[in-house]
């Protein structure tokens, strides 16, 4: 579809009209594993669904579309995007990862690194001496990007970090998961490579795996496709199918996750049995500056603590009745977890305390329920 229109138009439109068999206006799900080839030894677009896919290829363009990018894959996880792009690095490339990175990125990376195929060092990414001395000095092949973090919501500069990143050759690849390309560009802001974890706010609906990667370099996206394939990891058919089902109403959705999520961290930074509230559309937030320069909007996901310890928070979580313990996010319903031991549970206690993650900890993704039930479930828990 053609960049000049809002990207509210390019996910409502994606595929539309494509058919040309039987003029269906919503593109046709392909599910086949293989095509009839028209000539012996003849190349073709289509031949086997591991490599290629119409009904992928509806959902990689949009998401192309929306994040201004030259193409991507679409993956069967969002590990296998990460994993696909920690694929296309050659042995012993030095990777930077932040700190406070999601606990599968973590686990992954420091996973690779022990087994002596990466050289990963995962540092505070929003610490001044990042920018000025920890990129000269470790002159990474990769800078691995998480923003806002998870589960802290801390912001980080794309746009310094690519522009001190291409004076060393580095790669620079940004997790978007957490806002979805409705609300934040990596690659309009110099990134190399975006990834999301599809499952989450693209598809909307809490019923598919999946994740995406896309790029504007053309050597990286000749690298990404020979990968994905070779790996086996790319998506199947009918999650594209629901994914890009889900994706036609994420500006929408987007719209009523973060006025839920707004309402819910004024609930909080006023409650007298809650500490720290992190949300970057507060504006004592540490990283408020950095968000409002490169998102258009603050997001749906929100963190605080409570007052009282580890019993308090399992008395709430109990207590808090439509919105269920669960480890994932950015579905249509609102959901809670507990970081310590939930996403980020394979750390040790000192990198949590070091993150700042501490047992009285809460993360919430704010769903699209009506805005007054859900501060009603969250003031009653508070009781």
Not at 15 to 20: N, P
Not at 44 to 61: F, G, M, V, W
Not at 92 to 114: E, M, N, Q
């Amino acid at each position: 579809m053609s960049k000049k229109f809002k990207k509210e138009t390019i996910a409502s439109k994606a595929g539309v009209g494509t058919d040309k068999q039987h003029g269906a206006i919503i593109p046709p799900l392909y599910l086949t594993s293989n095509f009839e080839y028209d000539k012996i030894g003849e190349k073709q677009e289509y031949e086997y669904t591991r490599q290629s896919n119409p009904t992928r290829d509806h959902l990689i363009a949009a998401l192309t579309d929306l994040e201004g990018g030259l193409g991507g894959e679409i993956l069967s996880s969002g590990m296998a995007a990460i994993t696909l792009v920690a694929n296309i690095l050659q042995l012993k490339s030095r990777v930077i990862l932040p700190h406070d990175c999601y606990g599968g990125t973590f686990r992954l990376f420091s996973t690779l690194a022990k087994k002596g195929i990466l050289e990963v060092y995962f540092v505070n990414q929003g610490h001044d001496s990042f920018l000025k001395e920890t990129i000269n000095e470790i002159n990474p092949d990769l800078i691995w990007v998480e923003t806002p973090s998870n589960p802290l919501l801390q912001a980080v500069d794309i746009q310094k970090i690519s522009e001190q990143a291409k004076k060393y050759n580095s790669l620079v690849a940004v997790d978007n998961t957490f806002l979805s390309p409705s609300l934040q560009n990596p690659l309009k802001l110099g990134a190399d490579i975006v990834m999301h974890s599809t499952t989450k706010y693209i598809n909307g609906h809490s019923d598919v795996i999946g994740g995406a990667v896309i790029t504007n370099n053309p050597e990286v996206l000749s690298e990404l496709k020979f990968w994905s394939n070779a790996l086996g990891i790319t998506g199947s058919p009918f999650d594209s199918y629901l994914t890009l089902r889900g994706l036609r109403t994420l500006g929408i959705r987007m719209q009523q996750h973060e006025k839920n999520a707004v309402a819910i961290v004024e609930l909080l930074s006023n409650h007298p049995k809650v500490g720290n509230v992190y949300y970057p559309g507060l504006s004592d937030h540490p990283s408020h500056s950095i968000a409002k320069k490169q998102q258009s909007g603050f997001g749906g996901m929100l963190s605080f603590e409570l007052n009282n310890g580890l019993s308090e928070v399992e008395s709430f979580i109990k207590a808090v009745n439509i919105l269920p313990l669960a480890a994932s996010l950015g579905g249509f319903e609102s959901l809670i977890s507990h970081p310590y031991t939930m996403t980020h549970g394979d750390l040790t206690s000192n990198q949590k305390k070091e993150i700042g993650i501490s047992e009285n900890l809460i993360r919430i993704s704010a769903g699209i329920e009506n805005t007054d039930d859900l501060l009603d479930a969250i003031k009653n828990a508070l009781k």
